[in-house]
């Protein structure tokens, strides 16, 4: 399982070593509240051979990729990125994913670029309530932009799909 | 529109022609009064957003790169309205650019040469170099505007050196004759996708963030992305709500054209009584 590391190493710009644990990432990210660790310590578990941790936590699913924390950060590490190899390193090893309904957004929005080229958000919504069997919890504001022609039935216009099925052939990334 | 109006490439992005068409009406309208015209580039897709980069590395900079292969070569410029698909954009660009074997493998997968030289120009940036060219007909007449960045200013580490997105709202405001607030939330990120995954703590953040905009003072909140706005709209929970605006419709609003009620109408939250209060409609 080590391997992260390698793959963590190859990205030149990323050096865990920096890290000097000064915690101006955390103090800057709006969603540590929600998260199981807070980011500084993923990067210390890394430091330190924890994989299992850094692995098993919920912190780099709830991440959303908003950079506060490496602009807060010193030494400029980028953290959202490294969140991103930890989650595709659960993907592709079939560890067990720790924020299954994150997991299933992401994936819907990708069927739905796969199947249109761009994000049929109507058929997004849908899918992704009906998987987490919570149809009806955004069902007003829903309604209210769809009468405000926000949300659309009809999908979007493209023409280059097979272009496209060969991009997402080309990359597997599903589990 | 001007005539010899000078043609501009344009991405708008998936929430332009979806949930914030008011934003690209708006942007249209702006950028025709500059004396560009916006051509919408062929066959665009969806830069990916934050659920390719969150699963895959590659395929988030292959469905960047298809859209850059698209630009023809007498172009030189792309301007892109949606911050996230800017960076998007722009990261997948960069590291390809510095990239001798990625720039083969672009050639080899898309048939096309790499463009190199390409200026990714983000909507706040294309704002800054035509400051000067706004001619507004009418004033805001003081209305009392929250900026807020939500998470567009925080560059990724590798794009440090390559972006500098302005601070631009608090400037244009002012010479629009308006007034902005100060507030500890004009770079707080709105949450985007954990708006549908995780909507109650996104409504907690959202109420807060508004909340503090009102105890300031402050009578709208403006914001420069689509996902922001939309966040903003459909979270807020609160009683008293403010009326939250795209930039492009203030931008639009005070150069006198009267196309603007169709986009307050789409507001989840009305603007209207707003604007007439302070005599702008
Ligand atoms: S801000 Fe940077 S150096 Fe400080 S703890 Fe976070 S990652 Fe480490
Ligand atoms: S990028 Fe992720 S970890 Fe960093 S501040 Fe944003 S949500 Fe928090």
Redesign the interface.
């Known amino acids: 399982m080590n391997n992260i590391i390698d793959k963590l190493n190859n990205l030149d710009h990323i050096n865990l070593s920096l890290c000097m644990q000064c915690i101006s990432c955390t103090n800057g990210c709006p969603f540590v509240h929600i998260m199981e660790h807070p980011p500084h310590q993923i990067i210390r578990f890394l430091q330190l051979g924890f994989m299992d941790k850094a692995l098993s936590s919920n912190t780099p699913w709830i991440c959303v990729g908003c950079n506060t924390c490496s602009y807060n950060c010193p030494m400029a590490i980028d953290i959202s990125l490294i969140f991103d190899v930890i989650k595709e390193h659960v993907i592709k090893n079939k560890l067990p994913i720790p924020e299954p309904s994150i997991f299933e957004f992401h994936k819907q929005v990708l069927n739905s670029i796969k199947k249109y080229g761009r994000v049929h958000k109507l058929e997004v919504m849908f899918n992704f309530k009906l998987k987490s069997k919570d149809l009806f919890s955004d069902i007003t504001i829903g309604l209210k932009m769809f009468l405000k022609k926000k949300l659309h039935l009809r999908p979007p216009n493209f023409d280059s799909i097979k272009q496209l099925k060969e991009i997402f052939e080309s990359i597997k990334y599903e589990k | 529109m001007k005539n010899n109006a000078k043609q501009i490439l344009f991405f708008p992005g ?1 929430s332009l ?5 008011e934003n690209y009406k708006s942007l249209k309208i702006f950028c025709n009064h500059l004396g560009y015209s916006l051509r919408e580039l062929d ?1 665009w ?2 830069c ?12 988030a900079i ?2 960047a790169l ?1 859209n850059l292969s698209l630009v023809a070569p007498n172009y030189n410029e792309l301007l892109i309205a949606c911050p996230t698909c800017f960076i998007r954009l722009k990261y997948a660009h960069f590291i390809t650019k510095k990239s001798t074997t990625r720039i083969k493998g672009f050639e080899k ?1 898309f048939g096309k040469k790499f463009p190199l030289k390409l200026r990714l120009t983000p909507f706040l940036e294309f704002v800054r170099k035509n400051k000067n060219k706004i001619k507004p007909s009418r004033s805001l007449n003081g209305l009392i505007v929250a900026p807020y960045y ?2 567009m ?6 794009l ?1 050196k390559e972006v500098n997105l302005p601070p631009l709202i608090e400037s244009v405001i002012k010479i629009l004759g308006g007034e902005t607030i100060i507030w500890p939330n004009k ?3 709105c ?4 708006s ?4 109650r ?1 996104i409504t907690k ?1 959202i109420n807060q963030l508004v909340q503090n905009a009102i105890d300031l003072k402050a009578q709208s909140i403006v914001c420069a992305c689509s996902m922001c706005h ?1 966040t903003l709209e ?1 979270r807020c929970t609160l009683e008293e709500k403010l009326p939250i605006f795209h930039f492009s419709e203030i931008l639009s609003l005070v150069l006198g054209e009267n196309k603007h009620i169709d986009w307050f ?4 939250i009305n603007p209207i009584p707003l604007l007439k209060q302070k005599g702008l409609i």
């Open positions: 998936c022609i979806t949930s914030a068409q066959n897709n969806c990916g957003t934050s659920s390719a980069h969150s699963l895959n590395h590659n395929l292959d469905l298809r997968k939500g998470c200013r925080n560059v990724p580490p590798l440090l770079s707080t990120c949450g985007t996708f954990l549908a995954v995780r909507p703590q953040i939309l459909m109408n789409r507001h989840l």
